[in-house]
């Protein structure tokens, strides 16, 4: 089976990333990466992602919101101050 190479796999320290980590430019600089919009990270897919750490975790978690599966940010958001 092939492995699609345009995809980010995800792992669980990613994920408790994207709900700790603040986003550190742009219009939505300072929100928490997983609370920035769907469309803001369709327009970023479009445009091209951010090289290094922060592009690997906004196409993670673009496709995380694009293929509906944000219940598993929830229990990680729950335990977070």
Request: aromatic share 8%; hydrophobic share 40%.
């Amino acid at each position: 089976m092939e492995q699609n190479m345009n995809t980010t796999p995800i792992n669980p320290q990613m994920l408790v990333e994207l709900v700790r980590m603040r986003m550190p430019f742009g219009k939505y600089k300072g929100r928490i990466l997983c609370g920035l919009p769907e469309p803001y990270l369709a327009w970023l897919h479009r445009k091209g992602f951010p090289p290094g750490k922060i592009g690997m975790l906004l196409s993670a978690l673009y496709e995380i919101k694009l293929n509906g599966l944000e219940y598993l940010l929830t229990p990680i958001r729950k335990t977070q101050p």
